[in-house]
């Protein structure tokens, strides 16, 4: 954009944000025209053929018949053409609007993928799915329906009071009067809508509504264990509460001057009909003013219709320009900064250097000067409390969130000077949580590397131990994921999740609790799955069961931000820290039993 150029709103720039150009809209807007300027046409053929008879009625015999047909035929011709370019207006509109929102959409969801984490995290999924559904959505009706309609009938009553003046200056303004009048009470009502807040507030409670929804569903076994309701889950009840109390305010608002306008628009009979008689009056003798008068009964009616059409049009210009103010508001959202030309590392050591972090600009420290260097070709293990801060260290590397202070380099490189795809690529994560797609567990596994044959995706389930149980599925590899009762167990879930990874197969391995879910068989199994991932690469480890860890390279103790305590097991044994203690804990409590009775005894 230039300087001083003014941002674009509205349509424009949907048109600016999807890439898409007018002219496809310019053609559905000119068939529409042209094709409400046809279906003008039956009218003028009715007036025609009125006025002959009225003219020639004394006598029959002078009737013009072949002039009655030719304008019977007109009528007729000018209808189907009029549908026609009607038809084809409509499919254009379709077709370009639906284009524009798939831009719009893409365009949006590129964009949230080159977003920080934190955004994600600090805007509810409602909010971001109410962007790109609903608010997305308004915007195909309003470009594909209410657009190209807001323009036929424009032309409609434009050529109408045309004609009208042409005809009798004095019955047009008759026919004029009840529509103006009902566009000023239109007008009032929607000020004063616009001044209110209406319009956002909408939104706002839409997208509340969407994200505690969101919500409700999710946390579904919890508001079922606890006993809860709809109304005693606060918040959904709240948000469904405010939005009657609101739309009802805004209804209140908005009828008495919708109840105004519809009576003076439906009533241009009441208007035309004393000043026909008034005027006809005067000179009863006048044939031609009563062909003209009827002339005015048959349209003047019709403009009521597309009066209140056009009312309808006004409330959907503040939608869509607040629509389109979200769908900005995302895409104003900063991505991270990355180099235009990165720098790739050579080796793969990860060395944190004076790290500090806090989730917000000026929130709590939740990472204070940590410094390491986790080798290539070595496991080093994080463990500690839960809320030490051990899943921010690991998430710090790919660039979830960037680091406050201090700097996080690989080979060398600061993570900062790689292009996010680069970085990407460099890295594997094993999250605390599998996150498994709707989809087949073929490409659920590929996602670790798109285009992966079938016998690269089944060797990588063969290693993360997940193939037998894929093959005893209904439909083996093809199995949909959530279809036909299909599940799976957190640790199956996670066993994909390590195939993933496997497939991935980049230098750099980070796994969260990867084996969190798993039973003593499971672990097992587990194990050996990780075994053959980890090999040659650089692994961060991060485990609340320390067996799992004993025989890493490297553990670092991390506790309230800080690393306390760094070294092998063995030498952190020796050190009877809080290792130590947390060893100690975890033998004391594996040996304890439950006994049915008296009471619980350790070995
Ligand atoms: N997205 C976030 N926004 C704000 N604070 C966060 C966010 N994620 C984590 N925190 C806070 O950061 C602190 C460290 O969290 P983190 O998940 O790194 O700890 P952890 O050691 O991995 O815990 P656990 O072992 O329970 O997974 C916690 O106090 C947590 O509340």
Known sequence: MKKNEKPK???SRLLEISGETNAPFIVSVLLSICGTLFQLVPYLSVYQVMAELLQHAAAGSS?????????????????IVGYVLSYGSGMMAHAFSYRVICGVRLKVAEHIGKLPMGYVTNHSIGKIKQVLEADVEQIENFLAHQLPDLVSTVVMLLAIFIIMFSQNIKLAFACLLPIVLGFVCQFAVLIKVMKSGGVKENFD???KISSSSIQYVQGMPSIKIFGQTVKSFQKFYEDIISYRDFTTRMTEMI??????????????????????????????????????FLFFLILGPGTASLALKLRGFSENMNVITEGVTRVDE?????PLPEPVQGKLPTSYDIKFHDVSFSYEAEGRKILDKISFIARQGEITALVGPSGAGKSTIAELIPRFWDVTDGGIAIGGVDVRDMTVHDLMEQVSFVFQESFLFSDTIFNNIALGKPGATKEQVEQAACAARCHDFIMALPEGYQTNIGDGGVYLSGGEQQRISIARAILKDAPILILDEASAYADAENEHEMQIALRSLIQHKTVIMIAHRLTTIRNANQILVVDQGQIKEKGSH?????????YAD??????????????????????
């Not at 100690?584 to 619980?600: D, M, Q, V």
Request: hydrophobic letters at 50%; glycine letters at 8%; proline letters at 3%.
């Open 330 to 334: 995302v895409l104003n959202e900063k």
């Open 570 to 578: 063995n030498e952190l044994l020796e050190k009877h820290g809080l």
């Open 63 to 79: 009737l013009n018949t072949g002039f009655m047909i030719r304008w019977a035929v007109l009528g007729l011709i000018g209808l």
């Open 9 to 11: 709103q509205g349509v």
């Open 255 to 292: 009828r008495p001057g919708f109840v105004l306008f519809r009576m003076f628009v439906l009533s241009v009979a009441t208007f035309l009909v004393p000043a026909g008689l008034l005027l006809y009056l005067r000179n009863p003798s006048d044939v031609s003013f009563v062909v003209t």
């Open 205 to 207: 409670a839409l997208e």
């Open 582 to 603: 947390m060893w100690s804990t975890e033998e004391y409590s594996s040996s304890w039993t439950i006994c049915a009775g008296k009471e619980a005894v350790t070995e």
